[in-house]
């Protein structure tokens, strides 16, 4: 019996333990791994004596632990207690997860995969340790999957939801941004509505009152010692609506690429970058605080409560572009111009007064000592007086004495030329703006007598020519409708002609069931006309090239004699609309079939006939949906005849078509022969000059000329 030597210096202590450093892994990597713990040589001395064992299991079949059976058995016990060990103390650790393996990087996992390996290394070390082995390897390698597809599933469920939280978040901010955008959409004041405009006629009333109120007080003290109250009432009112007014300017929009901007930080330094936010910031600045020492009687300490004249401006300008008499407003706003100057001029002339001393010379006011010019009134009056003489220079004042009394007086004679002057110019223009439209009918009635009186036109009719031009004039039809509006855009035009005549168009029948595209382009085309007493609009017999609607009058259907009236036509109705569509089969062609005679002056509205035409290639199928009606409304009448309706195009129709190709061959004839006579000469030309080289190439060989020579035989061509 073979004995195992056991008896080495090892410490009094050991454990079976596997211990895998580094080193010892990247020796089982190479395939040759050394054992230097205790436990490594006992397990290869048990492997060892199992083998012989296995070899010898013949000789020893007993069951007692003494022999080599005893000793075999032993050593498997061993064994699988050590391989017992290892699993379940490396178990959780060698375990792989992927979620860690993502966390901990690419150097542990090699580390981990090495683990993985010496552990496989070490499973095939135990394979002849039996098969219960093997099972229950297969059984943790299953379990491991499971588990490793249930950390899987918990990782993408864990992904899952930090993607759900992530657009969560993502909602929630673009929700943030809504909210944000909707902030921002502030409430903002377009310049151009009635809120602005009743705002500018608040904030006009405060400029109005300070440019007016405060010189006058300043100079005249009676005036502010006796209202205070009132004034301080006024003054402070005046000042919450220039405060309220700095916030209407902040929230005041203004078109930016044709869009009203409403963003806030937009319209705040748009206002902060202007003058007129330092001019309304300086216009509030509480001067007034130096009433606690000068004490109440300095209203002066105010004027900067002037520097908001602009609003005033403004107003003015917005209220001539919305009034129906801008003339007339130009005329009083001028005349208040040179009121508050006068006004001004006169404050100014009493303080000067004041100061060089009441009654010393004959041009001050004289001394408020005598009781008749004592009274305030009497002062103003006396000042405003002296000023309107001195400004319109109409009207003699007592001379200066004094050096600062010429030079204000200079000054002031200075000013009053300038007021003159614009005042005989603007009043001018306005007068004659005013009679322009009158100025430019008696023009063209002048005219008219003139040809008249030239041809020598009977008394009768030239009587009836002046009548119709009377009422024109005082019914205000004289305005070319056209010459008005050339100056609007084409989709403004046609939403003032559909407001204008679209509903008077849908009274024709014809008309009732057309696009609305035709309609508009028809409303473009209406012409009004006006026609006196006794005028006929259309005669029996005559070639219809327009119809009519009437607009206002009435109408006179009347036999031959002219005097026999069979139907009275008034306001809506229409006549004409069959013959300007030209129907095929129309026993009366295009002629009209009676005669209508206008009763009193009438108002039509005129379609011609081209005008139509015109605007019914655009639309084919409105043209034959017209045409179809106006058949329908012969044959209720029985003026068409079925069998020309029916029997094919109209020859003149085919005798026009063949004239326009015609005239459309000759123009396109004569351009061609124009292109050929152009390339003929331009061809005769290139064969000139490629003659012209030849014989030079001739003349000289294949040298070049020279620059000279080259020029002087440029004139030859």
Known sequence: ????????????????????????????????????????????????????????????????????????????????????????????????????????????????????????????????????????????????????????????????????????????????????????????????????????????????????????????????????????????????????????????????????????????????????????????????VAYLKFGLNYPELRFNRLLRISRLFEFFDRTETRTNYPNMFRIGNLVLYILIIIHWNACIYFAISKLIGFGTDSWVYPNVSIPEYGRLSRKYIYSLYWSTLTLTTIGETPPPVKDEEYLFVVIDFLVGVLIFATIVGNVGSMISNMNASRAEFQAKVDSIKQYMHFRKVTKDLEARVIKWFDYLWTNKKTVDEKEVLKNLPDKLKAEIAINVHLDTLKKVRIFQDCEAGLLIELVLKLKPTVFSPGDYICKKGDIGREMYIIKEGKLAVVADDGITQFVVLSDGSYFGEISILNIKGSKSGNRRTANIRSIGYSDLFCLSKDDLMEALTEYPEAKKALEEKGRQILMKDNLIDEEAAKAGADPKDLEEKVEKLETALDTLQTRFARLLAEYTSSQQKVKQRLARVETRVKKYGSGTLSVGEAEGEKPEE
């Open 1 to 288: 019996m073979a004995k195992i030597n056991t008896q080495h210096s090892y410490p009094g202590m050991h454990r079976l333990s596997v211990r895998t450093t580094d080193d010892d892994v990247a020796r089982i990597e190479n395939g040759c791994i050394r054992t230097h713990s205790l436990c490594e040589d006992v397990s290869s001395e048990l492997q060892r004596v199992v083998s012989v064992g296995g070899r010898h299991a013949s000789e020893s079949q007993t069951s007692s632990f003494t022999g080599r059976g005893a000793m075999a058995r032993l050593s498997r016990f061993v064994v699988s207690v050590r391989s017992w060990a290892t699993r379940h103390t490396h178990h959780e650790d060698q375990r792989p997860d992927s979620f860690l393996e993502r966390i901990r990087g690419p150097e542990l996992i090699e580390v981990s995969t090495r683990q993985s390996n010496i552990r496989s290394f070490l499973g095939i070390r135990e394979q002849p340790g039996g098969v219960n082995s093997k099972k229950e390897e297969k059984k943790e390698v299953k379990e491991e999957k499971k588990e490793e597809k249930k950390e899987e599933k918990k990782e993408e469920k864990k992904e899952e939801k930090k993607e759900e939280k992530k657009e969560e978040k993502k909602d929630d901010k673009k929700d943030d941004k809504k909210k944000e955008e909707k902030k921002k959409e502030i409430f903002v004041i377009d310049p151009s509505s009635n809120i602005y405009y009743n705002w500018l006629t608040i904030i006009a009333a405060p400029v109005f009152y300070n440019w007016c109120m405060l010189v006058c007080r300043a100079c005249f003290d009676e005036l502010q010692e006796d209202h205070i109250k009132l004034w301080l009432f006024l003054d402070y009112g005046s000042d919450i609506i220039y405060i309220f007014d700095t916030f209407v300017r902040f929230r005041t929009g203004f078109l930016e690429q044709g869009l009203l901007v409403q963003d806030e930080k937009k319209l705040r330094d748009h206002y902060t970058k202007t003058l007129q936010f330092k001019l309304d910031v300086l216009s509030v600045v509480p001067t007034d």
